[in-house]
């Protein structure tokens, strides 16, 4: 029995993590993330970003992201394609290039065509072989994000990437994913509009991913209305990048106990609602955790500890997908 058991005995599709490649190098880490009881979906955390995958213009190269895909294959897990079109993490090519709205029309098209056709032959089961086709394309006030893909295509970047996802594999699960929308409030509010606006004009899209990078003792309060808000507007969606982290450490004995209940919380609410898929973690243990290099001092925001040994949160999750 292990958190994808549990998601599994929910009727939900799957409990997931994030790895990274440098990561495959641990044996101790690569044996629980290859257990079927434990993980039944991957992510790659940054081995399918633009910058690894099209160095160059035109220019493809696979071989890490193909890393994660074959480990998901070999274990009988599903794989979320992360992502397509993302403001960060591109490559020097597309940062230093002025480009017109159609050359960029095309350089999107093209690489999400490709990107999404490529990984397509590694679906394990049609129906959750899901794209983050777009990354974060709201400020957290609601506006767009004036990056270079809106600078130059306003918001038609996003109906071209989804477009162009669709014809590459019209059996992917499309996705916009964000972070900050996990309760309602002017970011939520401004991508339910953007997924009513693109179902209206036809466009292609089949689900929002809910990062929920939280903070321990800060879970909304309203996550579970707020994604039964995202469902009822025709789509799925997901807990895609989960973790709960602490401002301050080390962690009290109360502290663990409160993200044990966080965790609970944020599973549980995913459980409640009919078309959460399912619950991805970004990355399982604290020894590969992005917090402590983005947020210095912060951190112990995931489910197993840095020596690799599970944590409260780990039982939290069990207790939320036991959650009726
Ligand atoms: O590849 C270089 C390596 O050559 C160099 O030696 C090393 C030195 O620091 O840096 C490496 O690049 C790092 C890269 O991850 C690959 O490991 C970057 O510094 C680092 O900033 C980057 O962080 C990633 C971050 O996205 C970038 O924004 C995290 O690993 C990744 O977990 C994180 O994931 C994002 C999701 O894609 C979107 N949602 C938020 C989430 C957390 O930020």
């Known amino acids: 029995y292990g958190l994808n058991t549990a998601a599994k005995a929910a009727h939900k599709l799957y409990f997931g993590t994030a790895t990274d490649n440098p990561e495959l190098n641990d044996t101790a880490y690569v044996s629980i993330l290859k257990q079927y009881k ?156 953007l997924v009513k606006s693109l179902k209206d004009q036809g466009v292609p899209i089949d689900g929002v991913g809910v990062e929920s990078h939280l903070i321990v003792g800060e879970v909304p309060a309203d996550m579970q209305q707020n994604l039964a808000e995202f469902t009822a507007l025709g789509i799925e969606v997901a807990i895609t990048e989960l973790d709960i982290r602490f401002e301050a450490l080390p962690p009290s004995v109360a502290g663990l106990e409160q993200q044990r209940s966080d965790y609970e919380t944020v599973v549980a609410a995913c459980n409640a609602v009919e078309r959460c898929v399912g619950v991805t973690i970004w990355d399982f243990t604290d020894k590969y955790s992005w917090i402590p290099s983005a947020f210095p001092g912060e951190g112990d925001a995931c489910p197993w500890d840095a020596n690799l040994l599970k944590k409260p949160a780990y039982y939290g999750i069990i207790s939320g997908f036991e959650t009726a």
């Open 38 to 193: 434990e993980f039944g979906q991957l992510t790659p955390a940054n081995s399918m970003k633009w910058y690894a995958t099209e160095p160059e213009p035109g220019v493809f190269t696979f071989e890490q992201g193909d890393q994660i895909a074959d480990l998901a294959k070999d274990t009988g897990k599903l794989l979320r394609g992360h992502n397509c079109v993302w403001y960060s993490q591109l490559p020097d090519w597309i940062n230093n290039g002025t480009f017109t709205a159609p050359e960029l029309k095309f350089i999107v098209e093209r690489h999400c065509y490709t990107l999404v056709n490529h990984y397509k032959s590694q679906v394990n089961c049609p129906i959750s072989d899901s794209w983050d086709v777009i990354n974060e394309p709201f400020n957290d006030n609601g506006t767009f994000r004036t990056d270079l893909w809106y600078d130059v295509l306003g918001t038609s970047y996003i109906p071209i990437a989804l477009r162009a996802a669709r014809a590459a594999d019209p059996h992917a699960k499309l996705y916009i994913n964000d972070y900050n929308i996990e309760g309602a409030g002017a970011k939520a509010s401004a991508l339910k509009d």
